[in-house]
């Protein structure tokens, strides 16, 4: 278990980036500590701004982010 049955968190801070809140919130809620979380802008661990969410494929070819990809798919 991810929570020793001897702990007793008081608060859990959480990227508000949505991969962070799609992969958390199961265990949030399987263990009933949804009330103990809270939201901080200043913790995300990477956004890539207008690129977030978006694939490659939806890009124009020429747009930096598909030259980008394309360039780490050949090394």
Same mark, same amino acid.
């Given at each position: 278990? #991810? %929570?020793? /049955? $001897?702990? $007793?968190?008081?608060?859990?801070?959480?990227?508000?980036?949505?991969?962070?809140? &799609? *992969?958390?919130?199961?265990? !949030?809620? /399987?263990? $009933?500590?949804?009330?103990? +979380? /809270? *939201? +901080?802008?200043? %913790?995300?661990?990477?956004? !890539?701004?207008?690129?977030?969410?978006?694939? +490659? @494929?939806? !890009?124009?070819?020429? $747009? &930096? @982010?598909?030259?980008?990809? /394309?360039?780490? %798919?050949? #090394?």
């Amino acid at each position: 278990m #991810l %929570i020793n /049955k $001897n702990s $007793n968190p008081e608060l859990f801070l959480l990227s508000p980036l949505k991969r962070a809140k &799609e *992969t958390s919130y199961p265990f !949030f809620a /399987k263990y $009933n500590l949804q009330s103990l +979380v /809270k *939201t +901080v802008d200043e %913790i995300h661990e990477m956004s !890539f701004g207008q690129w977030d969410n978006r694939r +490659v @494929c939806d !890009f124009a070819d020429e $747009n &930096e @982010c598909h030259l980008f990809y /394309k360039n780490q %798919i050949r #090394l």
